[in-house]
């Protein structure tokens, strides 16, 4: 075997330190800062690949959105575009005449009747010494419902009073001209033509309860004079600052009707039509129940109310939290998410192509509803100059680590 000749080996073990003085320390850091901010973009671009919905890739929402249009397919359920025909489609499936549930609310109210707790007030004319005796009679006074008690016969649990001569005698369910007519013919044993008049001296005995969103909350007593729907919130004080006049429920006999009393006056008809019952609850809905959620490249981001008529408009949710971002927003993919009302594991998405100004008048008509989704996409440059952000601090901290170890 030939042996290396030791002088070509010491020139070659020369040569090399000369090489490597050849480059200057300067065009190393260069070359070494380069390579590492190649590699840091290349991992950025795929990241950004495979995040940026404005880039092809799986947006927020678990959808997919094309750059440049607004145009989307999504996983759960299919992105429905904003327009006229969809407007015209949600306002045709509004309710043009009485739903079947409310019908029954309409019915003309009863004339009332005297039950358990009522004070009747009986004269039989010409027959002072059948008025009321001590024994019968109570004081002026006011009950526990805060109803004045005015001096008469009390209906007891029965349903009956003590007469004199006839005795007890039941008046339960009678109107005033039936009781009237029953205690005449009953005294007529001892009176001749009697003429006799039962009057209700103090309603106790039907009641309606009102609660939930009203300024005072409570009982409300019947009169002869019936108490409609309207008349009973009224004199609860009416609707407090969070009342959602949209979602009144009104329960009657276990059965319970949601009023929409927005969507009665459209109708025609108002709180008015709808007279209360013996035992009906009333209750009023909080508009703190019927949130929608505004998220995204917006300047104010967070759950909104629903006016007081229970409605709301995609341009007032945008409007309310501070409009789009014009720096980072992107106008043509603006969606409203919808659960389904009976698949949660489905969304109806609705997209906004804001970039046309007539698509505003649109979303003034385009109307939300309770737990909606707003959600303002961003342009994918915002998603690079993020992705920037991230890589940046990176690069600092790798050249930082290189300068410490050449210490």
């Known amino acids: 075997m030939q042996r290396p000749d030791p002088a070509t080996q010491t020139r070659g073990t020369r040569a090399l330190p000369a090489r490597a003085r050849a480059l200057a320390p300067a065009q190393v850091d260069a070359r070494l800062r380069w390579l590492g901010l190649c590699l840091l973009l290349s991992l950025g671009l795929v990241l950004l690949s495979g995040c940026a919905p404005g880039f092809g890739g799986v947006g927020p929402l678990g959808f997919t959105s094309t750059t440049g249009d607004s145009t989307a397919s999504a996983d759960s359920g299919k992105v429905i575009p904003i327009t006229p025909d969809l407007i015209r489609s949600q306002m045709a499936q509004r309710p043009k005449t009485t739903p079947d549930g409310m019908k029954r609310l309409l019915a003309a109210p009863p004339v009332y009747t005297i039950g358990p707790g009522d004070v009747v007030g009986i004269i039989v004319y010409n027959h002072p010494e059948l008025l009321p005796n001590a024994g019968a009679v109570i004081a002026q006074q006011t009950d526990p419902t805060g109803v004045a008690v005015a001096p008469g016969f009390i209906v007891d649990a029965k349903g009956e009073i003590s007469f004199p001569f006839i005795g007890r005698v039941k008046l339960q369910g009678l109107t005033e001209s039936g009781a009237s007519e029953l205690v005449a013919r009953r005294i007529g044993t001892y ?13 106790r005995s039907q009641r309606a309860y009102v609660q939930g969103e009203v300024r005072t909350p409570g009982l409300q007593i019947f009169t002869d004079v019936p108490m409609t729907l309207a008349e009973a919130i009224g004199r609860a004080g009416s609707f407090t600052q969070s009342g959602d006049r949209s979602r009144v429920t009104l329960t009657r006999g276990g059965v319970s009707t949601v009023i ?8 025609g008809l108002d709180g008015n039509s709808i007279a209360l019952r013996n035992g009906d609850v009333v209750n009023v809905g909080s508009r703190d129940d019927s949130r929608v959620f505004v998220m995204g490249e917006v300047r104010g981001p967070g759950a909104l109310l629903m006016r007081n008529n229970g409605r709301l408009s995609l341009n007032e949710a945008l409007g309310d939290a501070g409009g789009p971002d014009l720096l980072s927003a992107s106008t043509g993919q603006i969606y409203v998410v919808r659960n389904a009302p009976d698949n949660l594991d489905t969304q109806q ?5 804001a970039r046309n100004p007539a698509a505003l008048a649109l979303a003034d008509r385009f109307e939300l509803q309770p737990r909606d989704v707003v959600y303002v996409d961003h342009v994918p440059l915002v998603t690079w100059n993020r992705v920037i952000s991230l890589i940046l601090p990176s690069a600092q901290v790798v050249n930082l680590g290189r300068d410490t170890a050449r210490r």
């Open 260 to 267: 929409d009393l927005p969507m009665l006056q459209s109708m």
């Open 191 to 203: 009176i001749k033509e009697p003429q006799v008049s039962v009057r209700i001296q103090s309603f």
């Open 349 to 353: 998405i609705f997209n906004l192509n």
